[in-house]
């Protein structure tokens, strides 16, 4: 157990690109996507240090099913804002940790595991910041308003970011403050436009996202043949 970790589980998302059910309800493996990462984080942190940002009008039934499959858990809920930022200040305020390591995570990444939130934590305590991470394998090509080839784009020191994403808890309430407005995208380009390093972390497992109907395939899939080897 890692006493000075929080982590913050961002679930509050509009699911746009999914289709009209919230994808982070859909089944997986018997429970809901959402459920996956907190069941797996939950035995790494101290009771009480972990939040679960859900908009506002769904947070009722995430609280509900949470309750039915982790019975007496210790999670802290908040709503969801405007945006991911303000939903992450609002969970990030909810945590009582003054000092340590904060670790954020997409609901919708449910194969990360505690092994790999203990690895990402280690190299952010070493240097206050690091992000889950994998390599691109695909050949890049940079393109014109019209898609048409410009040039070629060195993949060797390309990553695709993923979470969770850990960061030194003091640094990143700082990180918040200086945002003035800003939406980043993610939660190690708060960091970064703060001034604070942020190392990349190979994930070293599959660690997809569920963003479009075909991902929830692919998820399970991938569940069973982890089930079946």
Known sequence: ???????????????????????????????????????????????????????????????????????????????????????????LAALPLTSGLVAIHDAARPL????????????????????????VVDSLKLADDTGLIVSPVARDRMFCAETPQVFDIEKYRIACDKLAGAVPTDDAEIMRLAGFPVVLVESGQWNCKLTAPEDLLKLRQLLRGVSNG
């Open 112 to 135: 990360a595991t505690a092994q790999l939130l203990e690895k990402v934590a280690e190299y952010a305590r070493r240097c206050g910041g690091a992000v889950a991470a994998s390599k």
């Open 1 to 91: 157990m890692i006493s000075d970790l929080g982590v913050i589980i961002a679930a509050g998302g509009s699911s746009q690109r999914y289709g009209s059910r919230d994808k982070l309800l859909e089944d997986l493996a018997g429970i809901p996507v959402f459920l996956h990462s907190i069941r797996a984080f939950l035995p790494v942190i101290a009771p009480g240090n972990m939040v679960i940002a859900v908009r506002k009008e769904a947070l009722e039934e995430f609280r509900r099913l949470t309750d039915g499959f982790l019975p007496g858990n210790t999670i802290r809920w908040v709503s969801g804002g405007a945006d991911r930022v303000e939903s992450v200040k609002n969970a």
